[in-house]
């Protein structure tokens, strides 16, 4: 999907930085906005990430970011039946009124999270990759129907094998296949036309979103 | 698009998902939510408590800062980090969501390594923490990769014409750090003292560690 969390590139958002921007959780709501959304969700990363993008581009853009993650956390769980937005709407109106939201303790569950979370599984090493490293390659041109990880800006541009990460499932597929995935090196005048630095970018793209150049 | 505290009314939008009622309440409704989600037996209290306490307390820069500093001073626990970082991250006793694949990337007098998510807010959380909120915000996620150089000077960074910046956009699971260069000034410090230099920003890349002087 393209959609408006695909910025790169784009002009106009202002500085990129700014008094009280250094903070990671500047309410105490952001800090349970985000543990709400990593314990309660079931989805894939893929799957997670295209709940925040299906969220309307316009109000993507407005809110703050762990309001979209607040956003994932209930609309996963209403899309699988779990819960209504109804039966939010009624805790609103009683934690409003006053009453004193339940508690529930599962020091088993618990400690087998935080286990889960601390425990690294790297990629494994590409088993099959068609490109090798300094190959050549161009990023092919989509209009991906789902989630995608192949971002707009690179899209026909041409660029310069640089490692081989790695296999990993498919985003655009949700996991359902594994591929080689490159970090591809780009020179910025590639990118965005000549007098744009000489800077570089390098990005990680699965195999499927490449071609020979 | 730094003003994140306007109010900004939608009850329902064009394609008919319920939106949350204004900003202003979106605390309510965490509490409502979390409150649902408990009594359903869908998640614990302790959970979210102990979930909240690990990045707050206990994961954050301070780890990468050890990482930076193991690496300044000890040229083989280097050369392991950049051959295959996630392992020699996890000697250190780091590990877990979002650095599953680590790759850290080493400044140079010729290349300066900046990090960025332009798609959504990949960062690694093991040795960094979470992300502030400028890295997972429209400007930066928009600019960096066009104009590196601009936005490293509205952090105050300068790198010389000759150095080659190089953007890493973490597009897919691979979770990157950047190693910077040791300050000068440093050769009597120990390690510990070394970490204390080592600030969340130079990491990233939008930064660079700090002298003893500036200390």
């Known amino acids: 999907m393209d959609g408006a969390h695909d910025l790169g590139g784009m002009q106009g958002f202002g500085p990129a930085t700014w008094p009280g921007a250094e903070q990671a959780l500047p309410n105490d709501w952001d800090a349970r906005a985000f543990a709400l959304a990593v314990t309660s969700s079931s989805q894939s990363t893929h799957a997670f990430r295209h709940t925040i993008e299906r969220m309307g581009h316009a109000r993507y853009l407005c809110v703050s970011y762990y309001e979209k993650w607040l956003h994932e956390a209930e609309q996963a769980l209403v899309e699988t039946g779990a819960i209504t937005h109804a039966e939010v709407d009624a805790w609103v109106d009683r934690i409003a009124a006053g009453e004193q939201p339940p508690r529930r303790e599962d020091p088993v569950a618990t400690a087998q999270l935080l286990e889960a979370m601390a425990t690294s599984h790297p990629m494994p090493p590409a088993a099959a990759a068609a490109f090798a490293v300094g190959d050549r390659v161009r990023v092919r041109r989509m209009r991906p129907a789902w989630h995608t990880r192949c971002p707009r800006y690179l899209r026909g541009a041409t660029g310069e094998i640089f490692r081989i990460q790695g296999d990993d499932g498919v985003p655009d597929v949700n996991n359902a296949e594994r591929e080689a995935v490159y970090a591809v090196r780009f020179e910025a005048h590639d990118l965005w036309g000549e007098d744009t630095g000489d800077h570089v970018v390098l990005a990680d793209l699965w195999e499927r979103y490449l071609e020979a150049a | 698009m730094h003003d994140h505290d306007h109010d900004h009314g939608h009850d329902h939008d064009h394609d008919g998902h319920h939106h949350p009622r204004p900003a202003s309440d979106i605390e309510l409704r965490a509490r409502a939510l979390e409150a649902l989600l408990v009594e359903k037996g869908l998640v614990s209290s302790d959970a979210i408590d102990a979930v909240i306490d690990r990045y707050v307390n206990d994961v954050g820069p301070q780890n990468g800062a050890r990482v930076v500093a193991r690496a300044w001073t000890d ?128 990491m990233i890349g939008t930064g660079l560690p700090q002298t003893p002087a500036a200390r």
């Open chain 2, 75 to 202: 040229p083989a626990y280097r050369d392991r980090l950049l051959s295959d970082a996630t392992s020699a991250i996890g000697e250190l006793g780091y590990a877990g969501d979002e650095g599953h694949t680590m790759v850290v990337v080493e400044n140079a007098p010729d290349v300066h390594n900046v990090i960025v998510c332009t798609l959504c807010s990949c960062y690694p959380w093991p040795v960094l923490g979470l992300p502030p909120t400028w890295y997972k915000s429209a400007p930066y996620r928009a600019r960096v990769v066009a104009e590196p150089r601009a936005v490293l000077q509205e952090f105050g960074v300068e790198v010389p014409e000759t150095t080659e910046i190089r953007v890493w956009d973490s597009t897919a699971e691979v979770r990157y750090l950047v190693l910077p260069m040791r300050p000068e000034g440093t050769e009597g410090l120990a390690e510990e003292e070394l970490a204390e230099l080592v600030s969340r920003d130079s």
